[in-house]
């Protein structure tokens, strides 16, 4: 069991992940994925909820649980709405209540129809978190999701930091195409049509205590930063690192160079 990355299922510490290569495993049908194209650079994570409560007409708040939810069938349940939608509506991962989680999508190779942009899609990782009826969310659901998030950030280089804070509407860079925002966010961050609740703030306010840095990427914050962090490492290293402000994979092997383990600028467990 694990994450399939370029056909190989590859195991994360302390998960339970379900794919189509185990027995009675779940995967997308080919309506709700496609080739991600060759040259793609991924460089996001985006966040969801299943519900996205609160949001549009229904603003109840989102409760959230102690501990695991109860085991379910809930996984299963969002794939095959998935498959009966006809909205081309999908992830490459989905979280339920008790932290078990379904990859059923080829995070390299595969395209999922999560995000609303075509090019963000292209060039990102869309992972749901199941929600229930009552608007509800799990504590331990949420630390499955940042040991999933770690696990992802580590194998593709993505910079450990989020979107910070929520303005109810779509962050500019990432609407025009994301090409510039590299780390975490939510479908929130992605799309106006999107409310507070997906995903909500929980799941941030557990990246922030998991050490995850927070920018507001509206006022391009992380660019700031990481030219400064650019200049520093040229000065370090005697790299030549354009300092455009996006940490990059140039900046991930400066970083590599400088002590930082796989290029990450926070470290986690794991690492």
Same mark, same amino acid.
């Given at each position: 069991?694990?994450?399939?990355?370029?056909?190989?299922?590859?195991?994360?510490?302390?998960?339970?992940?379900?794919?189509?290569?185990?027995?009675?495993?779940?995967?997308?049908?080919?309506?709700?994925?496609?080739?991600?194209?060759?040259?793609?650079?991924?460089?996001?994570?985006?966040?969801?909820?299943?519900?996205?409560?609160?949001?549009?007409?229904?603003?109840?708040?989102?409760?959230?649980?102690?501990?695991?939810?109860?085991?379910?069938?809930?996984?299963?349940?969002?794939?095959?709405?998935?498959?009966?939608?006809?909205?081309?509506?999908?992830?490459?991962?989905?979280?339920?209540?008790?932290?078990? &989680?379904?990859?059923?999508?080829?995070?390299?190779?595969?395209?999922?129809?999560?995000?609303?942009?075509?090019?963000?899609?292209?060039?990102?990782?869309?992972?749901?978190?199941?929600?229930?009826?009552?608007?509800?969310?799990?504590?331990?659901?949420?630390?499955?999701?940042?040991?999933?998030?770690?696990?992802?950030?580590?194998?593709?280089?993505?910079?450990?930091?989020?979107?910070?804070?929520?303005?109810?509407?779509?962050?500019?860079?990432?609407?025009?195409?994301?090409?510039?925002?590299?780390?975490?966010?939510?479908?929130?961050?992605?799309?106006?049509?999107?409310?507070?609740?997906?995903?909500?703030?929980?799941?941030?306010?557990?990246?922030?205590?998991?050490?995850?840095?927070?920018?507001?990427?509206?006022?391009?914050?992380?660019?700031?930063?990481?030219?400064?962090?650019?200049?520093?490492?040229?000065?370090?290293?005697?790299? &030549?690192?354009?300092?455009?402000?996006?940490?990059?994979?140039?900046?991930?092997?400066?970083?590599?160079?400088?002590?930082?383990?796989?290029?990450?600028?926070?470290?986690?467990?794991?690492?």
């Amino acid at each position: 069991m694990g994450v399939i990355i370029g056909g190989v299922s590859e195991e994360v510490a302390g998960l339970v992940i379900r794919s189509w290569l185990d027995p009675q495993g779940l995967r997308l049908t080919e309506d709700d994925r496609q080739p991600r194209p060759a040259d793609s650079w991924i460089h996001a994570i985006v966040l969801h909820t299943t519900k996205g409560v609160p949001g549009g007409p229904d603003q109840r708040r989102q409760l959230i649980m102690k501990g695991l939810g109860p085991p379910s069938e809930h996984l299963a349940t969002v794939t095959d709405g998935w498959a009966s939608d006809h909205i081309c509506a999908s992830a490459h991962f989905v979280i339920d209540f008790d932290g078990t &989680m379904a990859c059923v999508a080829d995070v390299l190779t595969e395209t999922t129809y999560h995000a609303g942009n075509r090019a963000v899609n292209h060039h990102s990782i869309g992972i749901e978190m199941y929600q229930g009826d009552n608007a509800e969310l799990y504590e331990g659901q949420l630390v499955s999701t940042v040991r999933l998030v770690d696990f992802l950030t580590r194998r593709f280089g993505i910079q450990r930091q989020f979107h910070w804070p929520y303005c109810n509407h779509a962050v500019a860079r990432i609407a025009e195409g994301g090409g510039s925002v590299v780390g975490v966010y939510g479908h929130r961050e992605a799309s106006d049509d999107r409310g507070y609740g997906d995903p909500g703030d929980a799941i941030f306010e557990q990246l922030l205590a998991g050490g995850y840095e927070r920018f507001d990427f509206d006022a391009q914050e992380d660019l700031t930063i990481w030219k400064q962090r650019q200049l520093a490492l040229n000065a370090q290293l005697g790299t &030549m690192l354009d300092i455009d402000g996006v940490p990059g994979l140039q900046t991930a092997t400066a970083l590599g160079a400088a002590g930082r383990a796989h290029g990450l600028w926070v470290p986690r467990p794991g690492d």
